[in-house]
């Protein structure tokens, strides 16, 4: 008796699509390997490698779209991305907007005509969800989660990452605190509004700025107001910003953190070997990536199961930069 890609799929408790993709090193998720690998063995299946061949007339790639490759985080994030990919045996297919719209239509458009497995997608503020549904494949939405585009999603608690800098920063004795935050962004509009609460929790003003998430703009941003709101502290959202902040004290003559104590998100290499190191919230980047991939090989396999969105959290790393301004540790 001839075992069929149908028999396999009866033991495995999966479609037979399931089966192939799986055979084929395609897009399942480990799990489901498992299973097929395990009811391979059991029913005796003996696939047809050179029809499989005949099929298999291009390798399955799954898109990802990020907002900005030169920011460190979106490059350990696409590192999780390709990471996780390589070892489902899937390639990568990357495109940057620049959190330009137009790009990014661009782009989404493109990956509709490469016709992708799947997109992982960090979309830009004025992404409409229904250009979601256009493209008429799975998408799971990473970093940023915009309200009613109704995808799987991975994101940072960016509410839990304010309220621990804040926290932080007020006890090492500072009141006065400044924050910039992204434009345009909805990780920055997150981020500030969790700022602008955890302020709040301690009966003080909230300062928030905004700007272009990049480094020029972040610089340029900071000589337009720090000198004349003088605040004691600055927080801001993003490593780009950091980098602008440090070299806009230096450029000023400001001691970090005697004038102006400074903290941000994103553990960059560089922020702990500057002098004095910098406090940061290290967000888990290439996790966020390869928890993506996961969802996006979840969803491939069982298209109808309810959304999933995974908030992970950040850690906060203590450096010199907010120092205690009493003097103590």
Same mark, same amino acid.
């Given at each position: 008796?001839?075992?069929?890609?149908?028999?396999?799929?009866?033991?495995?408790?999966?479609?037979?699509?399931?089966?192939?993709?799986?055979?084929?090193?395609?897009?399942? #998720?480990?799990?489901?390997?498992?299973?097929?690998?395990?009811?391979?063995?059991?029913?005796?299946?003996?696939?047809?490698?050179?029809?499989?061949?005949?099929?298999?007339?291009?390798?399955?790639?799954?898109?990802?779209?990020?907002?900005?490759?030169?920011?460190?985080?979106?490059?350990?994030? #696409?590192?999780?991305?390709?990471?996780?990919?390589?070892?489902?045996?899937?390639? &990568?297919?990357?495109?940057?907007?620049?959190?330009? *719209?137009?790009?990014? +239509?661009? /782009?989404?458009?493109?990956?509709?005509?490469?016709? &992708?497995?799947?997109?992982?997608?960090?979309?830009?503020?004025?992404?409409?969800?229904?250009?979601?549904?256009?493209?008429?494949?799975?998408?799971?939405?990473?970093?940023?989660?915009?309200?009613?585009?109704?995808?799987?999603?991975?994101?940072?608690?960016?509410?839990?990452?304010?309220?621990?800098?804040?926290? /932080?920063?007020? +006890?090492?004795?500072?009141?006065?605190?400044?924050?910039?935050?992204?434009?345009?962004?909805?990780?920055?509009?997150?981020?500030?509004?969790?700022?602008?609460?955890?302020?709040?929790?301690?009966?003080?003003?909230?300062?928030?700025?905004?700007?272009?998430?990049?480094?020029?703009?972040?610089?340029? +941003?900071?000589?337009?107001?720090?000198?004349?709101?003088?605040?004691?502290?600055?927080?801001? #959202?993003?490593?780009?910003?950091?980098?602008?902040? &440090?070299?806009?004290? /230096?450029?000023?003559?400001? #001691?970090? *953190?005697?004038?102006?104590?400074?903290?941000?998100?994103?553990?960059? *290499?560089?922020?702990?070997?500057?002098? *004095?190191?910098?406090? &940061?919230?290290?967000?888990?980047?290439?996790?966020?990536?390869?928890?993506?991939?996961?969802?996006?090989?979840?969803?491939?396999?069982?298209?109808?199961?309810?959304?999933?969105?995974?908030?992970?959290?950040?850690?906060?790393?203590?450096?010199?930069?907010?120092?205690?301004?009493?003097?103590?540790?």
């Amino acid at each position: 008796m001839t075992v069929s890609i149908k028999d396999v799929a009866r033991a495995a408790g999966v479609a037979p699509s399931t089966v192939s993709r799986a055979l084929g090193k395609g897009p399942v #998720s480990a799990e489901v390997r498992t299973l097929v690998e395990a009811a391979v063995a059991a029913t005796g299946y003996r696939p047809n490698l050179s029809a499989r061949r005949l099929r298999s007339q291009a390798p399955t790639t799954v898109g990802l779209v990020l907002a900005d490759i030169r920011n460190p985080f979106f490059t350990r994030l #696409s590192f999780g991305v390709e990471d996780a990919a390589y070892r489902a045996g899937l390639r &990568v297919f990357l495109c940057n907007t620049d959190e330009d *719209p137009a790009r990014e +239509a661009m /782009h989404l458009e493109m990956m509709a005509g490469e016709r &992708v497995s799947g997109l992982i997608l960090a979309p830009t503020r004025q992404l409409q969800p229904e250009a979601l549904k256009r493209l008429r494949m799975p998408v799971v939405l990473v970093d940023r989660d915009p309200e009613g585009a109704g995808c799987d999603a991975v994101t940072l608690d960016n509410e839990g990452a304010m309220r621990a800098l804040v926290d /932080h920063v007020v +006890a090492g004795g500072r009141r006065r605190i400044s924050g910039l935050f992204g434009a345009n962004s909805f990780t920055g509009e997150a981020r500030a509004a969790g700022f602008a609460r955890a302020m709040a929790r301690h009966g003080l003003p909230a300062l928030v700025h905004h700007a272009p998430p990049n480094a020029a703009a972040g610089y340029a +941003a900071l000589a337009d107001w720090l000198g004349h709101e003088q605040p004691e502290a600055l927080i801001v #959202s993003n490593g780009l910003f950091l980098e602008a902040a &440090v070299r806009f004290c /230096h450029d000023r003559g400001l #001691s970090i *953190p005697r004038d102006l104590a400074l903290a941000g998100v994103d553990d960059d *290499p560089w922020t702990g070997i500057v002098n *004095p190191g910098l406090t &940061v919230l290290r967000q888990p980047a290439e996790a966020m990536g390869r928890e993506a991939l996961s969802l996006l090989l979840a969803r491939l396999d069982a298209p109808e199961r309810p959304r999933r969105k995974l908030v992970l959290d950040s850690e906060l790393v203590p450096r010199a930069s907010t120092a205690d301004r009493r003097g103590g540790a």
